[in-house]
């Protein structure tokens, strides 16, 4: 017979225990790029890739991202400070302070700042996708200088984002 004890699995009780992470102001990783701050809050590590909570500061006249969409999560910008312009398929929003946009899987879409001040927002994904990753190869092919299309694209594709049209993905004025 068998000399080891059998642990009984119990069915009926919840299991309690505190992992919560608090999460100040001035904390988080950040990457600066030349007019974008990412700054992140919840990781996907945290969240067992669950959700991500990342700032982002938008610098006067910066894009955020051209038109594209999500085929496996959810995006949701809550402004913080400034106004900031969404593209939600053919529209187009002036989203103020306190202003929230939810974008489901398969939206197009797209933001930039259109002023001379900061933007600042929280950025939700659920569920995450890695999407660390994103920022920090968006930071890695944005910072080349010529920003390789193919490589931008690759970097979107492995991370759930696909452009509407791939001849105006990169994130700058034309």
């Given amino acids: 017979m068998n000399n080891i004890a059998k642990t009984k699995t119990d069915y009926f009780n919840d299991v309690l225990e505190n992992r919560a992470t608090v999460i ?3 904390e ?3 990457l600066l790029l030349k007019d974008i701050e990412f700054t992140f809050k ?5 969240s067992n890739d669950q959700l991500g909570v990342y700032k982002i500061t938008l610098n006067p006249m910066a ?3 051209k038109l594209h969409y ?3 999560m959810d995006e949701t910008f809550i402004v913080d400070k400034g106004e900031l312009t969404i593209q939600v398929g053919e529209d187009i929003f002036k989203a103020g302070k306190g202003a929230i946009v939810y974008v489901p899987r398969f939206t197009p879409h797209g933001f930039q700042n ?3 001040e900061k933007v600042e927002l929280t950025l939700l994904f659920n569920p995450s996708q890695k999407r660390e990753g994103f920022f920090r190869g968006l930071l890695e092919t944005l910072s080349e200088e010529p920003i390789d299309p193919q490589k931008y694209l690759k970097l979107y594709n492995k991370y759930d984002s696909f452009p509407v049209d791939t001849s105006n993905m990169i994130p700058k004025r034309d």
């Fill in 24 to 26: 100040l102001p001035e």
């Fill in 28 to 30: 988080g990783e950040q």
């Fill in 42 to 46: 919840v990781t996907s590590e945290m």
């Fill in 63 to 65: 894009i955020g991202a």
């Fill in 114 to 116: 259109d002023t001379e």
């Fill in 70 to 72: 999500h085929r496996f």
